[in-house]
Nanobody, 125 residues
């Protein structure tokens, strides 16, 4: 069983930055695909970014060039650096883990085996 705990959310003005962290328990973290998703009120949970165990990175078009996903396997932690934040980035951000090391279904929430509880990000205009 893997437990994921997100942190780093908060309130920020448009154009600002935040860094989210997701700490994972378990010995096999470095073999998982890790993903970030977000869910705004009244909307479906949507894919934001993913990183394979080998380091391949994929972003949603809406965040490409502004967000950076990274992982530190020694710390069992995945990060999401968010720059140039916009009001439409406001959402609860979730960390997820897929036991597949190079998931081709990285953008599908149903492909992920473990989820954190989320951290709120609010961007004011």
């Amino acid at each position: 069983q893997v437990q994921l705990v997100e942190s780093g959310g908060g309130l920020v003005q448009a154009g600002g930055s935040l860094r989210l962290s997701c700490a994972a328990s378990g010995r096999t973290f470095n073999s998982y695909t890790m993903g970030w998703f977000r869910q705004a009120p009244g909307k479906e949970r949507e894919f934001v970014a993913a990183i394979w165990s080998g380091g391949t990175i994929i972003y949603a078009n809406s965040v490409k060039g502004r967000f950076t996903i990274s992982r530190d396997n020694a710390k069992n932690t995945v990060y999401l650096r968010m720059n140039d934040l916009k009001p439409e980035d406001t959402a609860v951000y979730y960390c997820a883990a897929d036991r597949s090391s190079a998931s081709l279904s990285y953008s599908l929430k149903d492909a992920y085996d473990y989820w954190g509880r989320g951290t709120q990000v609010t961007v004011s205009s």
